[in-house]
């Protein structure tokens, strides 16, 4: 099998390429080119190139390999891994000129399925700031060289990133939880990046974050970095991680925080957009 840093090492620098064209295409203009989910759930032709760029550059180097992307889908490989790539993390930062947004790249082992893989390998890319974090299983997390490692902090203390949903009625039900949890921490941030935001927990800029409603791709590498550099990455109430919720914080602040989030979001079958 292949050894996992020579994963890593394609990770990074798939990334680090796919984050030059973006860069380039967000000086040059940037142009919506349809919807999604929703009017404000928007796709730019950066996207799909910046996917493009990514989904040939793997398929030469690892040909055996499947490929999960947020623009052009899902093919299975023979390989036993997958990689799952969010081409431009946070679109509507980045067609607003915002520079929080981020090429993300993971490789997984198993099924392109949050509940069941594992994850190997990992790399998120901001080419606005030209910060590169990446991961490996049992690796550790760096940003550039450097190791990371979250920070500890009690609940009254803690910042705590989160995002929202582009479906209306789910933003309001997420702005509910909010209104209840903000008086208990320090402070809340919205960045618009959730593979950035688990980066940030993995930093310390951030004690904790937590959203539901993420996609596979939105999570696969920023989740595996918070991990590595010490954060427990859960869902609520014994589950997995995924898109019903994610949560990444230090041990001790996670344990508060998902006893706290559990109570204050409805038990129901599904808490997706």
Request: aromatic share 6%.
């Amino acid at each position: 099998m292949v050894a996992v840093e020579e994963l890593l090492t394609l990770a990074r620098d798939t990334a680090i390429r796919a984050g030059a064209l973006a860069a380039q295409r967000r000086f040059e203009g940037v142009e919506v080119a349809a919807s999604k989910s929703s009017p404000e759930d928007v796709v730019t032709h950066a996207d799909r190139e910046t996917e493009a760029l990514i989904r040939g550059l793997l398929a030469e180097a690892r040909p055996q390999d499947g490929f999960v992307g947020e623009e052009s889908g899902a093919d299975a490989g023979t390989s036993g891994l997958t990689w799952i790539v969010d081409p431009i993390d946070g679109t509507v930062n980045y067609l607003y000129g915002v520079p929080h947004y981020a090429v993300s790249i993971a490789v997984v082992e198993g099924d392109p399925d949050p509940a069941t893989w594992r994850a190997l390998a990992g790399a998120v890319v901001n080419p606005a700031v030209d910060e590169v974090y990446t991961a490996s299983a049992g690796g550790g997390a760096h940003l550039g060289t450097r190791r990371l490692r979250v920070v500890e902090a009690e609940l009254p203390l803690a910042l705590v990133g989160t995002g929202f949903a582009y479906a209306a009625e789910t933003r309001r039900e997420q702005a509910e939880v909010l209104v209840q949890l903000i008086s208990k921490v320090r402070d809340i941030r919205r960045a618009g990046t959730a593979s950035l935001d688990l980066c940030a927990v993995a930093t310390g800029r951030l004690n904790a974050y937590y959203e539901r409603g993420l996609a596979p791709w939105d999570h696969a590498a920023g989740a595996l970095i918070a991990a590595e550099a010490g954060a427990t990455v859960s869902g609520l109430r014994g589950a997995a991680a995924g898109r019903e919720f994610l949560l990444a914080a230090p041990p001790r602040l996670a344990a508060t925080l998902e006893e706290l989030l559990a109570a204050l979001h409805p038990k129901r079958p599904n808490l997706g957009v």
